[in-house]
């Protein structure tokens, strides 16, 4: 998805069922509780695959979700296989940058690498990891109340900048 320098605006983005996007060259925007969902794949051989590109803002109330595979009801279920890079900005006013769902168990293949991007959030965690999921940083300057929060999962930080500018830790 080119956005060719140009903004869409939207009230949420789903990405789901193994889709492969690119997203670069201009900027997302939403309301306060726009989101950017990112459901994992049922099928391990076929993830869901998300990057965003350097050239790319995302400026949402919400930030980005990732969550399990998207049950026949429309609800988020406990697995799903997905991978998402984050190589530009997400700014966020009053929620996470990245949330992972706590919905997430082990059976989950998510691996989320955050390379080289910006993640300031104004109000809350930037990085919020509530389940199982891989969480690669490196070379990114993360800023929120509180930087990152781990509750599950695994997170490697390497060449990074991380600031709680909040009354937490």
Same mark, same amino acid.
């Given at each position: ?8 605006? &939207?009230?949420?983005? /789903? ?7 690119? &997203? ?7 309301? +306060? ?8 794949? !049922?099928?391990?051989? +076929? ?5 965003? =590109? ?20 429309? =609800?988020?279920?406990?697995?799903? !296989?997905?991978?998402? =890079? ?6 966020? +006013?009053?929620?996470?940058? $990245?949330?992972?769902? /706590? +919905?997430?168990?082990?059976?989950? /293949? $998510?691996? $989320? *690498?955050?390379?080289?991007? =910006?993640?300031? !959030?104004? *109000?809350?965690?930037?990085? *919020? ?27 490697? &930080?390497?060449? !990074?900048?991380?600031? %709680?500018? %909040?009354?937490?830790?």
């Amino acid at each position: 998805l080119n956005l060719n320098g140009y903004m869409l605006t &939207i009230q949420n983005l /789903d990405i789901c069922g193994g889709a492969a996007v690119t &997203i670069r060259n201009g900027t997302i925007s939403g309301l +306060k509780t726009c989101t950017v969902n990112i459901y994992g794949s !049922s099928d391990p051989n +076929k993830p869901t695959t998300v990057t965003a =590109e350097e050239d790319l803002l995302i400026d949402i109330g919400g930030g980005i979700r990732i969550l399990g595979e998207k049950t026949e009801n429309g =609800e988020e279920g406990t697995n799903g !296989s997905c991978y998402v =890079e984050l190589r530009g900005e997400v700014m966020t +006013k009053r929620s996470p940058c $990245v949330l992972v769902s /706590d +919905k997430l168990r082990e059976g989950a /293949d $998510v691996t $989320v *690498k955050i390379n080289g991007a =910006e993640l300031q !959030s104004g *109000k809350e965690t930037s990085v *919020k990891i509530n389940g199982c999921a891989q969480v690669l940083i490196d070379g990114a300057d993360i800023t929120g109340a509180t930087g990152i929060v781990m509750r599950a999962g695994e997170v490697s &930080i390497a060449n !990074s900048h991380i600031t %709680g500018n %909040g009354n937490t830790g």
